[in-house]
């Protein structure tokens, strides 16, 4: 005999025990509880949560309408199983959620609770990511910064009569993630498999080679060249010379690595963080010929970096990207600022992080970081001590006192430090943004602001040398008083180290992602130095 029908009495009696007074639990605290034991032993097979309890999840769901069966009202479940298609859209997959696609006729209280469950798990993975980001590529945070995260409630709707509105409003809202998926779904559903370009070898600006109209197709269909009239591709051979501008004959054959062609070339590297030198070479080859499998799943895996990254979003932020070697500045969630920044190299990576901008330092001296000290400087200076002199560098102990290189066993140096005083030579500049962290990482100058023009950035020990990082100080300043902003206008022009408390400032999320998209939803993928994307290929693979 068929279970009854869930009824509203049925699933207050289950979950009503489970009920809080109205303190929601915010979404990835400590305090998250797993389901009670007697909801599982109920309905076992309850799709469960990473950020909150599902007994929660499930008591906020249908309190709203006094436990009331949600899916036994079928335009509801029709727009689920539209809701959940589309979420394809967004690199998940719908059949993550394979219970509530086989639902039919009427729902006995378990299936019900099922349903709901695996509802609320794709609202999850849509706001928060499919994946725990901590067990993947884990980021440092303070203790403090899950107070600040959005509750439960905010990203379930209150009413959930309307899926369609529930599902938009748990969707991250920041243009990166938006234009990178629509990217994500123009490649899925065009399908522009492109004719390899073959080996060979290098072909520099000037040159001809066969491989050169390959390399003019590849880019004008990803946007980087314009493509032909239509009149002319149309019309062979005579449409096309009738086309011609007057100054043809300046053009150069079709199988040359000419100007246009060459600055289209340029743009693709840059893009793809590769070197912007307008050659045809074997790194740019493989970018041009990444298969278009490879392309989608680097998408995929980028949303989910997204995701991660728009759910710790605050009003405030200066967002980095160590891949791309690009800092941007939000407000409201609108970007208001974009530089280049410079971010530490293959095994000295900048970590990932979150934290708060409270300090800024004028003039800095910079006391060189154990590992520099001990990989790149104490080598150094046992070769010659006029190292010291020609850096510019003193030697002191752990109270600040200066002391002798002479007197020290450089093959056996104890008790000591490195630190260069304020100048045009300190490699932190002329200021230093600071967020507390327990890893020595912080923002800023720097007196090498040629190295800015290079396409590949991944050059530091870990901190993040900024392009025109005065420009954040300058904003933080003019929030201050008028006798402030003086005092510190004195401090900058004294040429002494100063401290600048800053109250309430931006937060900063150093953050790794591989891929973007632009306006006209055009892929662009960077390189990936530090090797991150391979374990969240995996993931999505194997999920």
Known sequence: MPAAAASQSDIARLLSPYAQPASPVAADSPESSPAPAHLLATCPHLAQLRTAGIAEALVTLYQHGEYAPLWEDRYRRDALLAELARLADDGLYPADYPFSQQISGELDLCAELQVSSEYLQALEHLARGRFDQQRLEPMWAPEEAGNDRPALSDWMREDLTDVSAAFEAARPDLGLYLDLRRAYVRLRDERPEYEPIADGELVRPGEQDPRVMQLATRLRAAGYLPAPSPTAAQGGADEALAQMPADAADQPPADTLGPELEAALRHFQEDNG???????????????????????????????????????????????????????????????????????????????????????????????????????????????????????????????????????????????????????????????????????????????????????????????RVEGVEQVADTLFSRMDASKRARVERQRASRTTHQVAIEQGPQVILGYWTAEADNEAQLRLTQDPYGKDPALLAAFADR
Not at 275 to 292: H, I
Not at 300 to 315: C, K
Not at 342 to 347: A, E
Request: net charge positive; glycine share 6%.
């Open 274 to 464: 590769l070197k912007t030198d307008g050659v045809l070479g074997p790194n740019t080859l493989a970018a041009l010929n990444l298969p278009l499998q490879d392309r989608l799943d680097i998408a995929r895996i980028n949303l989910e970096r997204l995701r991660w990254i728009h759910a710790m979003l605050q009003d405030e932020v200066l967002l980095v990207n160590s891949a791309a070697n690009l800092l941007r500045q939000y407000q409201d969630g609108e970007r208001v600022w974009q530089t280049r920044v410079i971010t530490g190299r293959p095994g000295r990576e900048t970590p990932l992080l979150e934290s708060r901008l409270n300090r800024v330092t004028l003039n800095p001296d910079w006391t060189v970081p154990p590992t520099i000290r001990k990989e790149d400087m104490i080598p150094a200076i046992r070769e010659d001590l006029a190292y010291l002199e020609r850096k510019g560098l003193i030697v002191i102990d752990y109270q600040g006192n200066r002391l002798d290189p002479q007197t020290i066993d450089w093959h056996d140096p104890r008790g000591i430090m490195l630190r260069q005083p304020p100048g045009p030579r300190n490699p932190l500049g002329q200021l230093v943004l600071r967020f507390d962290n327990p890893l020595a990482i912080y923002l800023h100058d720097t007196p090498d602001r040629h190295l800015f023009s290079r396409s590949q950035r991944n050059i530091s020990s870990g901190c993040v």
